[in-house]
T-cell receptor, first 114, second 111 residues
């Protein structure tokens, strides 16, 4: 059973460009969560999605950041007009519908903004 | 609000030493408690969990007991190995709210 998959693993963008991060949840999981980890910090919750629905986006910055989880395909976290402060590791997690507390994490995407 | 405080690292131990990483929490409501481990260059892996007071979570020689009276969930291992070198995160979740993580404690085990 494949785990949570994220790509790319490393992404370099210049200031002002767009970054697209993808996450494929574990098979059978219908809940996806995105977290951001700044250097030497813990993970901070950003957004929680189910298929075609954003359930909780209380941790998302109000501007430039958006997320989706379409009916088909992976979940996408999009960051428009990136700035140096967006440099971080972005982790996706998924959980089964019957136990949202048990989250399985992907390997992360390390975004570097130059 | 909900928060987790864990001891700051880094922690450096010799192989076979005893490990304790302290974790305390504040929560509105009755939390579930977790320890996650992050090996270099990888994502987080669930190490162990406890969902009610006095429960003991255990895995791979690690243990943590849910202490409601002291709002703590300290991680322990009797004899660490070099392969245990990683960053350890304490976390909580209340009901269906998102996981709240501590800042992490880096453990280095030297042979």
């Amino acid at each position: 059973n494949a785990g949570v998959m994220q790509n790319p693993r490393h992404l370099v963008r210049r200031r002002g460009q767009e970054a697209r991060l993808r996450c494929s949840p574990m098979k059978g999981h219908s809940h996806v969560y995105w977290y951001r980890q700044l250097p030497e910090e813990g993970l901070k919750f950003m957004v929680y999605l189910q298929k075609e629905n954003i359930i909780d986006e209380s941790g998302m910055p109000k501007e430039r950041f958006s997320a989706e989880f379409p009916k088909e395909g992976p979940s996408i976290l999009r960051i428009q007009q990136v700035v140096r402060g967006d440099s971080a590791a972005y982790f996706c997690a998924s959980s089964p519908p019957d136990d949202r507390r048990e989250q399985y994490f992907g390997p992360g995407t390390r975004l570097t903004v130059t | 609000g909900n928060s987790v405080t864990q001891m700051e690292g880094p922690v450096t131990l010799s192989e076979e030493a005893f490990l304790t990483i302290n974790c305390t929490y504040t929560a509105t409501g009755y939390p579930s408690l977790f320890w996650y481990v992050q090996y270099p260059g990888e994502g987080l892996q669930l190490l162990l969990k406890a969902t009610k007071a006095d429960d003991k979570g255990s895995n791979k020689g690690f243990e943590a007991t849910y202490r409601k009276e002291t709002t703590s969930f300290h991680l322990e291992k009797g004899s660490v190995q070099v392969s245990d070198s990683a960053v350890y995160f304490c976390a909580l979740s209340v009901g269906n709210t998102p996981l709240v993580f501590g800042k992490g404690t880096r453990l280095s085990v030297i042979a």
